[in-house]
């Protein structure tokens, strides 16, 4: 069974940080580039950053720029996103995906992982 596996949210102050993981189960996520995406309440499902399949390419969304970062250890099948200086604005569920051609054109998705960001 292939499953993407999202792991590390949690309650954090304003300010703080939190690192989420993304692992693949069944597959292997180096043959494809890797995004993450939140949702909160009430608003649509946004791109917050993306990283190609070789790991030197990557991507974020303006509101995240310079406080969060994008890597991969295809040796341990996974990919992070670290998050630095959250602000409770960053609060939603996020969630890993798969892109089979490239960035911003994902096919699937993980059950995701809730971030709240306390002020």
């Known amino acids: 069974q292939l499953q993407l596996v999202e792991s590390g949210g949690g309650l954090v102050h304003s300010g703080g940080s939190l690192r989420l993981s993304c692992a693949g189960s069944?597959?292997?996520?180096?043959?494809?580039?890797i995004g993450w995406l939140r949702q909160a309440p009430g608003k649509e499902r946004e791109e917050v950053s993306c990283?190609?399949?070789?790991?030197?390419?990557?991507k974020y969304a303006d509101s995240v720029k310079g406080r969060f970062t994008i890597s991969r250890d295809d040796a341990k099948n996974t990919v992070y996103l670290q998050m630095d200086s959250l602000k409770p604005e960053d609060t939603a569920v996020y969630y890993c995906?798969?892109?089979?051609?490239?960035?911003?054109?994902?096919?699937?998705w993980g059950q995701g992982t809730q971030v709240t960001v306390s002020s």
């Open positions: 069944g597959f292997r996520l180096d043959y494809y580039a």
């Open positions: 990283i190609s399949i070789s790991g030197g390419s990557t």
């Open positions: 995906a798969v892109a089979v051609t490239q960035c911003s054109e994902y096919d699937w």
